[in-house]
C-alpha cells in the first residue's frame, strides 16, 4: 500500500465577468483567480488490485460537520479517479481508500470539490511514477470541471472561456482574506447563472486589466477599486441577508467585500492577520453572539497563496 495525504486549498474569484454565451450554451468567462491555505486534507490509500477491478471507497473524518458531502461515486473524487484510470493505454486496476477533512464548506463558490479532484488526479500520478504529463492532467482536469485545472497550477491567474484556459499573472502580494458565509446558506452554480440570465437590474462588471496592473506594480488601492463580481447583484437580490452581511463587513472598515464564485460566500481582504481577527470579533458582536459556535455565520481567515493541490506527504 502506499499513502500520499494531499492538500486540497480553496479558491478565490478576485474578479468574475460574463462576456457571451459560447455556441455549446456555457457562459464565457474572463475571472481572476487566487488559491488560498484554507485548505481540505485527503488521505490516498492506493494498491493495485488482485481481482483486476478497480474500486474507490470515500470517507469523510468530520462528516457530522458536513452531512452534505457525497460518499459515493457522484463524489468528484471517484469521478476524477475513473476518469484518470479510463485514461490509461492500458488498464492498471487499482484500488483506493480516501479519507478527507472538510474544511472547505460545500457549494459555497470556493471550489472545495473541483480541489478535491485536482487532488485525486495528483495523487493517482503521483502512484504510477507521473505517468501523464503535466499537459495531460490539464486536458483531464477540463474534462471534469472547469475550475479544477486552475486548482492543479494555482497562484493567480486569469481563467478564460469556461475559466479553464488559463493565464499565469505575476503577483508578488500576500492578501490576508476573511471569509464570511451564512451557515444554512448554499447555492448551486446552476441556480445562480439562470438568475443571472434572468436578471434585469444594473451590474457593475470588474476591471480586470486595471486590477492586473495593481497587482503587477503593488500598487493595492488600484486592484482593489478594480474588483468585482457580476453574480453578486443577482445573488444579493435574491438573498438580502447576504447584502446585509456585507454592508456590516463594510463598515468595519475592511478594504473590500465581494462575492466570490457564484456564492453565497463573500471575501474582504484587509491589512493583516489582527485586523482580521478584530473584523471577526465585531461582526459577531454586531450580531449578537459571544459564542461563534453558535452563530449564524461561518468566518475563516486565510492568505493568499502562490501553489494549487501538492502532496504533502507520502508513506
Known amino acids: 500500500m502506499t499513502q500520499f495525504i494531499v492538500h486540497a486549498p480553496a479558491k478565490i474569484n478576485l474578479t468574475l465577468d460574463i462576456l457571451s454565451t459560447m455556441p ?3 457562459h464565457e468567462l474572463e475571472t481572476l483567480m487566487q488559491t488560498v491555505d484554507l485548505e481540505d486534507e485527503l488521505t490516498f490509500d492506493l494498491n493495485k488490485s488482485n481481482n483486476n477491478e478497480s474500486k474507490i471507497t470515500i470517507q469523510c473524518v468530520n462528516k457530522d460537520e458536513y452531512s452534505e458531502f457525497p460518499e459515493d ?20 486496476p487499482i484500488t483506493a481508500s ?21 487532488s485525486t488526479l495528483i495523487a493517482l500520478n503521483k502512484y504510477l511514477d507521473n505517468h501523464f504529463t503535466q ?21 493567480t491567474c486569469i481563467g478564460r472561456d469556461r475559466g479553464d484556459n488559463l493565464e499565469e499573472i505575476t503577483n508578488s502580494n500576500t492578501f490576508v482574506f476573511c471569509l464570511i458565509k451564512i451557515k444554512e446558506l448554499s447555492l448551486s452554480t446552476a441556480y445562480v447563472y439562470k438568475a443571472f440570465d434572468n436578471y434585469k437590474g444594473k451590474i457593475t462588471k470588474p476591471n ?10 503593488n500598487n493595492l488601492n488600484q486592484t482593489i477599486n478594480s474588483l468585482a463580481n457580476v453574480f453578486e447583484p443577482v445573488v444579493c437580490s435574491e438573498f438580502p441577508q447576504i447584502q446585509e452581511l456585507k454592508n456590516k463587513l463594510l463598515s468595519l472598515n475592511v478594504w473590500c467585500c465581494h462575492l466570490t464564485g457564484s456564492g453565497p460566500t463573500l471575501f474582504s481582504i484587509v491589512s493583516n492577520r489582527e485586523m482580521a481577527h478584530s473584523v471577526r470579533r465585531n461582526l459577531f458582536d454586531q450580531y449578537g453572539y459571544k ?21 504533502a506527504q507520502k508513506k
Open 24 to 26: 455549446d450554451g456555457y
Open 73 to 92: 461515486n457522484s463524489n468528484l473524487i471517484a469521478k476524477s479517479f475513473y476518469t484518470f484510470l479510463n485514461a490509461l493505454d492500458k488498464p492498471i
Open 98 to 118: 480516501v479519507s478527507i477533512k472538510k474544511n472547505i464548506p460545500i457549494s459555497a463558490g470556493l471550489a472545495g470539490g473541483s480541489s478535491n479532484a485536482a
Open 135 to 155: 499537459d495531460k492532467l490539464m486536458q483531464l482536469a477540463r474534462e471534469l470541471g472547469s475550475d479544477i485545472p486552475f486548482l492543479l497550477k494555482g497562484g
Open 208 to 217: 480586470l486589466n486595471n486590477a492586473i496592473q495593481g497587482l503587477q506594480k
Open 291 to 311: 459564542n461563534e459556535d453558535k452563530s449564524m455565520l461561518d468566518f475563516w481567515i486565510c492568505e493568499s497563496i502562490k501553489y494549487g493541490t501538492y502532496i
